[in-house]
């Protein structure tokens, strides 16, 4: 069983930046894929990104501006977000998984979510 704690969240100017975080309690960080994914105000939750064994995978709405990384000793997984848009307004969730296909975790198969923590891009 991991149970996860996303926080970070807040309000911040477009352009600006802001670093999420996500601690996982439980056995066994390391062997879990993690992702974030974000739900807009009246949208669907959709993928962010993810790291499993120290490679990345971004969607093509943050490629270049959202970083994903983890820190196995801390068990805990960050998402570093610049050059942010009010489009990124949204409730973000962390989310860890074992033994997940990309297709899989792009469609939010995972195994264990945070609550969220809420980020809004004023313009």
């Known amino acids: 069983q991991v149970q996860l704690a996303d926080s970070g969240g807040g309000l911040v100017q477009s352009g600006g930046s802001l670093r999420l975080s996500c601690a996982a309690s439980g056995r066994g960080f390391s062997h879990y894929v993690m992702a974030w994914f974000r739900q807009a105000p009246g949208k669907e939750r959709e993928f962010v990104g993810h790291?499993?064994?120290?490679?990345?995978v971004y969607a093509d709405s943050v490629r270049g501006r959202f970083t994903i990384s983890r820190d196995d000793a801390k068990n805990t997984v960050y998402l570093q977000m610049n050059s942010l848009k009010p489009e990124d307004t949204a409730v973000y969730y962390c989310?860890?998984?074992?033994?997940?296909?990309?297709?899989?975790?792009?469609?939010?198969?995972?195994?264990?979510w945070g609550k969220g923590t809420l980020v809004t891009v004023s313009s």
């Open positions: 790291i499993a064994g120290g490679s990345t």
């Open positions: 989310a860890a998984g074992l033994l997940k296909t990309v297709a899989a975790i792009k469609r939010g198969d995972m195994d264990y």
